[in-house]
Nanobody, 119 residues
Framework: QVRLVESGGGLVQAGGSLRLSCAAPGRTVSPYMMGWFRQAPGKERAFVAG????????NYADSVKGRFTISRDIANNTVYLQMNGLKAEDTAVYYC????????????WGQGTQVTVSS
């Protein structure tokens, strides 16, 4: 079992920035990939960004390209989501997740952190 702990959410004005962190304390087996997802009220959970843990390759949802950046600190078992140019429509609960193997599912999830963008 892998425990993921998100932090960094909060209330910010439109145009502002936040950085989310997701730590995996005590994790001994590196994941294949880490991702960030979000779920807005009344909507399904949606992919935001992903990073291949070892190689650092990244991909993003079209809605956040050019505004959000995913990165990782391998030594500290932490993945980040830098969010710039925030919009009201970015308001959601943000979750990090771990995919342990290529082709597998995101099997481990954090508890989520609320991001609210006021317009």
């Amino acid at each position: 079992q892998v425990r993921l702990v998100e932090s960094g959410g909060g209330l910010v004005q439109a145009g502002g920035s936040l950085r989310l962190s997701c730590a995996a304390p005590g994790r001994t087996v590196s994941p294949y990939m880490m991702g960030w997802f979000r779920q807005a009220p009344g909507k399904e959970r949606a992919f935001v960004a992903g990073i291949v843990w070892s190689a650092g390759y990244t991909n993003y949802a079209d809605s956040v390209k050019g505004r959000f950046t995913i990165s990782r600190d391998i030594a500290n078992n932490t993945v980040y989501l830098q969010m710039n140019g925030l919009k009201a429509e970015d308001t959601a609960v943000y979750y990090c997740a771990a995919r342990q193997v290529l082709g597998g599912i995101y099997q481990y999830w954090g508890q989520g952190t609320q991001v609210t963008v006021s317009s």
